[in-house]
C-alpha cells in the first residue's frame, strides 16, 4: 500500500519566508495533484500568503517576472527539461540566501522602542540604517542574519534603508507587511488609520490579504482600518515624514486623518462627537512641540466647536 507523500515535511522549518521562497521554486516547475493540493493548503494560512506574495514581488524586482501573480503549475505533459536552467538555478540561489544561515558577518540584534507624546528620537542600526521615531511610539526591531524586521504596535517611524539584498527589510503592523531592499519611508498607524509614505526608492505594501502595492518616490497609501479601504496620494518630497522637523503643513485634509494623526502628540486624544464631523475639510499647520494652538484654531477655520472634558480629552462638536 502505498503511503502519501507529505510535502511539508520538506520545508525549511526555520522561518515562512523561506518556506515560501521553496514553494515558489516549486511552482515553476512540473507538479503532481498531491503536490499542488499540499501548496494550497499551505497556502490557506494568512501569513504564508502574505510572504508567498511578497517573494512574488522580490522575483520581479530581480527583473525574471513582469507581474505579481500567484503562478499556476505548467501543464503535465510537459517535460521538465524545457524548464529554463538558468532560471531554476536562480531559484535555488534565492532560496539558499531565505533558507540558510548567512554567517556570522550579521549579528543579532533586537531591541524594543517606546516613546512618549512629546520628543523625536533617531537611532542608528547596526545595518547602516537610519530610523526616526515620532511621539507615542511602540516599536520593535528584530534583526539576525535571515532578515531584519520591524513590528509596530502603534505610532509613526521614518526609516533610511541601508540596502541588503540578502536581508530585506520587513515591516509588519497588524496584519499589514512592507518589504523593501534600500529605500526611505514613513509608516504611522493610528486608531484610524494605517499610512505609508514613500521618500525615495519603492516598497511593496500588503494591507491585509491583497495583492502587493507596489508604491514609488512620492507616493502615499492610506488605509482605514475600520473599513479597510484606500486612498492613494501623491506628495511633494518635503511632506514625507515632514514631522521630523516639527511642524506639518497640510491642505484639505479630512479632519477625521488630521485627528488621527494629531493625536499623536497629546497624553488625551481628540475626540469627534459624530462621523460626519471628519469629512470636514481643513487645511493649516500643526506645531508638534504644541498641538494644542491647532486645536484652539480650529473654530476659526472649520464650523467646530471644542469641549474640554474632564480627563483630558477634547471632544470636536458640529457649531
Known sequence: MNRSHDFTEELPDDSIDAQAAAWFTRNRQDQQPAERQAFEQWLSEPAHASAYRSFEVLWAELGELQQLNRPTPLPVNRSKNRWRP???MAAALIVAILATPLGT???VYQQQ???HAKGLRT???PDGSTLS???NTQLRVDFDSHQRRLTLDRGQFYI???PDKERPLWVQTGDAT???VGTGFDVRRSERQLVVSVAHGQVAFTPDSRAPLLLGAQQQVAVDLASGALQQHSLAASQVADWRTGHLSFRNRELASLVDELNLYRPRPVLLANAKLGQIKVSGNLDVEDPDALINALPALVPVRTVALADGSIRLENR
Do not use: P
Request: hydrophobic share 60%; proline share 0%; net charge negative.
Open 86 to 88: 538558468a532560471l531554476a
Open 105 to 107: 558577518s550579521h549579528e
Open 113 to 115: 522602542i517606546a516613546t
Open 123 to 125: 537611532f542608528e542600526l
Open 133 to 135: 521615531v515620532n511621539a
Open 160 to 162: 533610511d534603508v541601508a
Open 178 to 180: 512592507i518589504r523593501v
